[in-house]
């Protein structure tokens, strides 16, 4: 295990029903594959992104989601049987927007500690702004 857990998030759907797994994997194309031979039906892989806290983020979108949690049944080695949930559209997007958030919340630290830098350093007045203008 790296020191920042930098994996995939990814979140899967088992074709035409409300069944959806959340998870993490450092291959999600081969642990899509693992799933969609377990789980009888057609899954598809909705949205993975590299976030670091893997674990962490896993653990918070399981928490989060934690009343729609439950057991699949029926199914093979490998289909992470414990991390499937019954989500309608609102959830299933809510649940894409928070990997988005986890996945670009890098991005959005490194500008707003630049922004605040240049705001503490009492000089941001003095910059020349006209270019944003054009």
């Not at 074709?15 to 899954?43: E, L």
């Not at 949205?47 to 653990?59: I, L």
Request: hydrophobic letters at 45%; glycine letters at 8%.
């Amino acid at each position: 295990m790296n020191l920042l857990d930098y994996q995939y998030i990814y979140l899967m759907r088992k074709r035409g029903s409300r069944k959806h797994k959340i998870g993490i994997s450092k291959d999600p194309g081969k642990r899509w594959k693992t799933v969609d031979r377990a789980v009888p039906g057609n899954v598809q892989l909705l949205v993975k992104r590299k976030v670091f806290f893997a674990r962490g983020v896993e653990k918070y979108l399981h928490l989060t989601f934690k009343a729609s949690r439950f057991i699949l049944g029926n199914t093979g080695k490998g289909a992470g049987n414990t991390e499937w949930f019954h989500f309608s559209f609102l959830e299933r997007w809510f649940a894409r927007l928070w990997i988005e958030v986890f996945w670009l919340l890098p991005f959005l630290l490194v500008c707003v500690g630049a922004g605040l830098t240049l705001y503490l350093q009492g000089n941001w007045t003095d910059i020349d702004w006209t270019w944003w203008e054009t």
